[in-house]
């Protein structure tokens, strides 16, 4: 696992402020894990329904982990071609890199289907951008 000095906090081009890293990454790293509190999925959606920035990821068919004040694993902005992806083992959610990371990239994961109820526009710009993610 990588040390925290390996990230940065940083303003992002596609959301508010995103995570970066401040020296190259290997391929298939695991970078840390995701921290936040475990709720059940049905209470943390209807707590969540309201706001623009959602940070809950579903560990099993019950529960979803808030990482609304989580560490800064809950900044990873999406893109449709992330370089991190997130992996559930026991309703831990760990980050790995997929390929090498170059110094100064930001980090992303793809979220896949949002829980957003009208979809959410996608800002990576990347080619094949799905644009409504
Ligand atoms: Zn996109």
Excluded at 85 to 103: K, M, Q
Excluded at 118 to 128: L, P
């Amino acid at each position: 696992m990588l040390s925290d000095t390996t990230f940065a906090v940083r303003p992002s081009r596609i959301h508010g402020r995103g995570l970066f890293a401040t020296a190259r990454i290997p391929r298939r790293m695991k970078l840390g894990e995701l921290s936040g509190v475990l709720r059940p999925i049905r209470a943390a959606n209807r707590d969540h329904q309201q706001r623009r920035v959602i940070k809950l990821v579903e560990v099993d068919d019950r529960w979803a982990l808030d990482c609304t004040d989580g560490n800064h694993f809950s900044l990873l902005n999406h893109s449709c071609q992330a370089n991190c992806y997130l992996r559930i083992i026991r309703r831990h959610v760990e980050v790995y890199s997929r390929g090498p990371i170059r110094a100064g990239a930001e980090l992303t994961v793809d979220y896949g289907e949002t829980m957003h109820p009208d979809g959410m526009g996608c800002q990576c710009g990347v080619a094949g951008c799905r644009s409504l993610i």
